[in-house]
């Protein structure tokens, strides 16, 4: 059984935003788990910057090319991932993420089913589901579960659950319209279609223990405004090592960490990742 994470670094035209953030969580990925491989899915090889391409093992085209050609979100692509892995068994990780230690007791949850969907925490470790984010899935019935990282396999309800995603992505409007009343998103909000999906399936989201990750943005969100989207990083101090030890607050970081907004990895964070891979890979090597 081969096993590897998979991400999306699909960008517009001229633009090397999700490929810029693929790439710090790719080789972060792999100083902390160096025993598995990374795949990322792009919309077009030609658009991987040469000096990345070595940062990822697999580089996979976009297999039915890009669901909505200008929209803005990369995630509304998620549902090609199934038919575009590597791998046996995968484990999905929301772009805007970095892996700060070692990660391989998340792999525990492949013992457990063959879709799974992780737990998010805020920086202090804490569990939290009342944040506003959920606030359509409270309004709509809809139970809400994290989505920021997912484990899948080959097989059956991993299969049913991205054959219904297809159609549900690609007709998310519609999907609003005719599945939710009066409060729903303005705009593709992933997370709601992930529950919705399941929801219509019966899947039931379990927690495991370790299969975690932190959302940087979980208790600091004081509302859904865009001007807080944007703003948040200013509210928490950040501190990242040469060696590739985060801390937030003054909270210690470990695993998988969700930032959600690209202003997060600054040039100096990525030349320290960068220079810690390179010196890192080099000793290996040698």
């Known amino acids: ?39 990322v899915v792009v919309s077009s090889f030609h658009d991987v910057p040469k000096k990345y391409e070595d940062g990822f093992d697999y ?7 890009r669901t909505e050609i200008n929209h803005r979100d990369v995630l509304i692509d998620f549902w090609q991932l199934y038919y575009c892995t590597p791998f046996d068994q995968t484990l999905f990780i929301d772009t805007q993420s970095i892996a700060v230690d070692n990660v391989d007791s ?11 969907f992780a737990s998010a925490r805020n920086f202090r470790g804490e569990l939290d589901y009342h944040n506003s984010q959920f606030d359509v899935q409270r309004a ?34 519609i999907i609003y319209r005719d599945m939710l009343n009066d409060t729903k998103p303005m705009d593709f909000d992933f997370t709601l279609m992930v529950n919705l999906i399941a929801g219509q399936l019966g899947i039931q989201p379990i927690k495991h223990d370790h299969f975690d990750y932190t959302d940087l943005t979980i208790s ?4 859904d405004s865009e001007t807080t989207r944007t703003d948040w990083i200013r509210t ?21 960490v969700r930032y959600n907004s690209p202003e997060f990895i600054t040039k100096e964070m990525l030349t320290k990742l960068n220079d810690h891979y390179r010196n890192t890979t080099t000793k290996i090597q040698a």
């Open 1 to 39: 059984m081969t096993q590897g994470y998979i991400f999306l670094g699909v960008d517009d035209t001229n633009s090397v935003v999700n490929i810029t953030s693929a790439y710090a969580l790719s080789i972060s990925l792999k100083l902390a788990d160096p025993t598995r491989e990374t795949c």
């Open 59 to 65: 580089i996979v085209e976009l297999p039915f090319k």
């Open 106 to 116: 998340l792999w525990e949850v492949a013992d457990f089913g063959c879709l799974e």
């Open 140 to 173: 709509n019935t809809i139970v809400p579960f994290d989505s920021g990282m997912i484990y899948f396999s080959k097989d059956l309800e991993s299969s049913q659950f991205f054959k219904v995603a297809d159609p549900y992505f690609k007709n998310w409007r």
């Open 220 to 223: 600091v969100l004081g509302s």
């Open 236 to 256: 928490l101090n950040v501190w990242y090592t040469k060696d590739a030890k985060l801390k937030i607050n003054n909270h210690r970081q470990s695993g998988i």
